[in-house]
Protein backbone atom coordinates (compact mmCIF):
# COMPACT_ATOMS: atom_id res chain seq x y z
CA UNK A 1 0.00 0.00 0.00
CA UNK A 2 1.26 3.39 -1.17
CA UNK A 3 -0.33 6.23 0.60
CA UNK A 4 0.11 9.32 -1.05
CA UNK A 5 -0.97 13.00 0.22
CA UNK A 6 -1.95 15.15 -2.75
CA UNK A 7 -2.26 18.36 -1.07
CA UNK A 8 1.53 18.37 0.33
CA UNK A 9 2.70 21.56 -1.74
CA UNK A 10 -1.24 23.17 -1.80
CA UNK A 11 -0.85 26.56 -1.57
CA UNK A 12 -4.57 27.07 -0.54
CA UNK A 13 -6.26 26.48 2.49
CA UNK A 14 -7.64 22.66 2.18
CA UNK A 15 -7.25 19.71 4.19
CA UNK A 16 -5.00 16.99 3.52
CA UNK A 17 -6.14 14.28 0.74
CA UNK A 18 -4.41 10.89 0.80
CA UNK A 19 -4.14 9.19 -2.52
CA UNK A 20 -4.26 5.19 -1.27
CA UNK A 21 -2.74 3.20 -3.67
CA UNK A 22 -1.59 -0.77 -4.10
CA UNK A 23 2.07 -0.60 -4.43
CA UNK A 24 3.94 -2.43 -6.78
CA UNK A 25 2.75 -5.81 -7.38
CA UNK A 26 -0.25 -5.77 -5.20
CA UNK A 27 -3.60 -5.29 -6.46
CA UNK A 28 -7.11 -3.68 -5.27
CA UNK A 29 -8.66 0.17 -5.68
CA UNK A 30 -7.16 3.25 -5.37
CA UNK A 31 -9.06 5.43 -2.99
CA UNK A 32 -8.98 9.17 -2.10
CA UNK A 33 -9.38 9.74 1.68
CA UNK A 34 -11.08 13.74 1.68
CA UNK A 35 -11.04 15.38 -1.52
CA UNK A 36 -9.69 19.24 0.24
CA UNK A 37 -10.43 21.98 -1.57
CA UNK A 38 -7.38 22.32 -3.81
CA UNK A 39 -8.30 20.92 -7.45
CA UNK A 40 -4.82 21.68 -8.65
CA UNK A 41 -3.77 18.84 -5.98
CA UNK A 42 -4.99 16.00 -8.82
CA UNK A 43 -2.47 17.56 -11.36
CA UNK A 44 -0.88 14.16 -12.45
CA UNK A 45 -3.63 11.85 -10.65
CA UNK A 46 -5.06 9.85 -13.43
CA UNK A 47 -6.44 7.10 -11.36
CA UNK A 48 -9.27 7.11 -8.58
CA UNK A 49 -11.75 4.59 -8.23
CA UNK A 50 -13.54 5.63 -5.01
CA UNK A 51 -13.85 8.35 -2.44
CA UNK A 52 -13.79 8.39 1.23
CA UNK A 53 -15.01 11.40 3.38
CA UNK A 54 -13.55 11.56 7.22
CA UNK A 55 -16.47 14.13 7.70
CA UNK A 56 -17.95 17.09 5.87
CA UNK A 57 -16.22 20.13 6.34
CA UNK A 58 -15.82 22.62 3.88
CA UNK A 59 -11.88 22.11 3.52
CA UNK A 60 -12.45 18.40 3.90
CA UNK A 61 -15.14 18.43 1.11
CA UNK A 62 -14.57 21.63 -1.40
CA UNK A 63 -12.81 19.60 -4.14
CA UNK A 64 -15.77 16.85 -4.12
CA UNK A 65 -17.34 18.02 -7.06
CA UNK A 66 -14.48 18.26 -9.31
CA UNK A 67 -13.13 14.59 -8.34
CA UNK A 68 -16.88 12.79 -8.99
CA UNK A 69 -16.80 14.34 -12.39
CA UNK A 70 -13.06 14.24 -13.47
CA UNK A 71 -12.83 10.10 -12.28
CA UNK A 72 -16.23 9.22 -12.02
CA UNK A 73 -16.44 7.66 -8.48
CA UNK A 74 -18.66 7.30 -5.98
CA UNK A 75 -18.36 8.91 -2.69
CA UNK A 76 -18.54 7.37 0.91
CA UNK A 77 -19.24 9.86 3.83
CA UNK A 78 -20.76 10.22 7.94
CA UNK A 79 -23.64 12.04 7.16
CA UNK A 80 -26.66 11.12 5.56
CA UNK A 81 -27.87 14.44 4.59
CA UNK A 82 -24.21 15.39 2.82
CA UNK A 83 -25.56 15.65 -0.70
CA UNK A 84 -22.81 14.59 -2.47
CA UNK A 85 -22.62 11.14 -0.52
CA UNK A 86 -23.44 8.27 -2.28
CA UNK A 87 -23.30 5.66 0.39
CA UNK A 88 -23.15 6.26 4.15
CA UNK A 89 -20.01 4.95 6.16
CA UNK A 90 -21.07 3.26 9.83
CA UNK A 91 -19.43 2.40 12.66
CA UNK A 92 -17.80 -1.06 12.05
CA UNK A 93 -17.91 -1.12 8.70
CA UNK A 94 -14.99 -2.43 6.35
CA UNK A 95 -13.95 -0.27 3.42
CA UNK A 96 -11.17 -1.82 0.84
CA UNK A 97 -8.77 0.58 -0.17
CA UNK A 98 -5.21 -0.69 -2.16
CA UNK A 99 -7.00 -4.23 -1.53
CA UNK A 100 -6.70 -3.78 2.31
CA UNK A 101 -9.47 -3.89 4.61
CA UNK A 102 -10.13 -0.31 6.91
CA UNK A 103 -12.84 -0.65 10.03
CA UNK A 104 -15.19 2.45 10.32
CA UNK A 105 -14.89 3.62 13.57
CA UNK A 106 -17.40 6.72 14.22
CA UNK A 107 -15.59 9.09 16.22
CA UNK A 108 -17.71 12.33 17.33
CA UNK A 109 -16.78 15.28 19.42
CA UNK A 110 -15.51 17.46 16.10
CA UNK A 111 -17.77 17.18 14.24
CA UNK A 112 -21.16 14.63 14.66
CA UNK A 113 -20.44 12.54 11.71
CA UNK A 114 -16.50 11.64 11.80
CA UNK A 115 -15.32 9.22 10.95
CA UNK A 116 -11.32 7.44 11.32
CA UNK A 117 -10.36 4.88 9.22
CA UNK A 118 -8.00 1.79 10.33
CA UNK A 119 -6.56 -0.72 8.58
CA UNK A 120 -5.26 -3.70 11.25
CA UNK A 121 -2.68 -5.13 8.54
CA UNK A 122 -0.71 -2.54 7.88
CA UNK A 123 -1.12 -0.10 11.21
CA UNK A 124 -2.41 2.50 9.33
CA UNK A 125 -4.65 5.01 10.64
CA UNK A 126 -6.51 8.02 9.01
CA UNK A 127 -7.34 10.16 11.86
CA UNK A 128 -9.40 12.89 10.19
CA UNK A 129 -9.90 15.88 12.53
CA UNK A 130 -9.61 13.91 15.36
CA UNK A 131 -6.31 13.90 16.42
CA UNK A 132 -3.06 15.76 15.01
CA UNK A 133 0.60 14.42 15.03
CA UNK A 134 2.35 15.75 17.80
CA UNK A 135 -0.47 15.49 20.56
CA UNK A 136 -2.84 17.94 18.94
CA UNK A 137 -6.36 17.37 18.20
CA UNK A 138 -9.53 18.46 16.36
CA UNK A 139 -11.07 21.89 16.96
CA UNK A 140 -14.57 21.84 19.54
CA UNK A 141 -15.74 25.34 19.16
CA UNK A 142 -17.21 24.65 15.65
CA UNK A 143 -21.31 23.93 15.13
CA UNK A 144 -21.19 20.44 16.61
CA UNK A 145 -18.36 20.52 18.32
CA UNK A 146 -17.51 18.80 21.76
CA UNK A 147 -14.47 18.21 24.09
CA UNK A 148 -15.80 15.46 26.37
CA UNK A 149 -17.91 13.31 23.29
CA UNK A 150 -14.06 13.93 21.32
CA UNK A 151 -11.90 12.84 24.32
CA UNK A 152 -13.98 9.74 24.46
CA UNK A 153 -13.69 9.10 20.77
CA UNK A 154 -9.52 9.48 21.53
CA UNK A 155 -10.16 6.99 23.86
CA UNK A 156 -12.48 4.81 21.81
CA UNK A 157 -9.30 4.75 18.99
CA UNK A 158 -6.77 3.81 21.77
CA UNK A 159 -9.58 0.76 22.92
CA UNK A 160 -9.72 0.08 19.63
CA UNK A 161 -6.57 -0.49 18.00
CA UNK A 162 -4.87 -1.62 21.70
CA UNK A 163 -2.81 -4.69 21.37
CA UNK A 164 -2.79 -3.76 17.34
CA UNK A 165 -0.08 -2.37 15.15
CA UNK A 166 -0.25 1.33 14.76
CA UNK A 167 2.57 2.65 12.22
CA UNK A 168 1.70 5.69 10.57
CA UNK A 169 -1.12 8.29 11.55
CA UNK A 170 -2.36 10.02 8.42
CA UNK A 171 -4.31 13.32 9.69
CA UNK A 172 -6.42 15.83 8.12
CA UNK A 173 -4.04 18.74 9.07
CA UNK A 174 -0.21 18.61 9.03
CA UNK A 175 2.47 16.19 7.30
CA UNK A 176 2.05 12.32 8.43
CA UNK A 177 4.49 10.62 10.81
CA UNK A 178 5.42 6.63 11.28
CA UNK A 179 7.05 4.86 13.69
CA UNK A 180 5.26 4.83 17.04
CA UNK A 181 2.55 6.83 16.20
CA UNK A 182 0.34 5.27 19.59
CA UNK A 183 2.23 7.74 21.56
CA UNK A 184 0.78 10.43 19.43
CA UNK A 185 -2.94 9.33 19.69
CA UNK A 186 -1.86 9.19 23.65
CA UNK A 187 -0.43 12.56 23.65
CA UNK A 188 -3.47 13.93 22.06
CA UNK A 189 -5.74 12.74 24.58
CA UNK A 190 -3.84 13.70 27.34
CA UNK A 191 -4.32 17.46 25.90
CA UNK A 192 -8.24 17.28 25.13
CA UNK A 193 -8.23 15.41 28.62
CA UNK A 194 -6.64 18.56 30.19
CA UNK A 195 -9.11 20.72 27.75
CA UNK A 196 -12.23 19.66 29.30
ZN1 LIG B 1 -13.02 19.53 10.29
Not at 15 to 21: D, H, T
Not at 134 to 159: A, P
Amino acid sequence: MRVTNLTERSMEFTSNAFLVEPGEGESGRSVLVDAGSDESAFDGVDDVDALVLTHTHPDHVGAVEYVVSRYGVEVWAPDESYSNADHRLRDGDSVEMAGEEFTVLETPGHKDEHVCLYCETEGVLFSGDLVFPGGSFGRTDLGEGDGEVLVESIRKVLEYTEGKPLRELHAGHQPSVEGDVRRHVEASLRNAEAMV
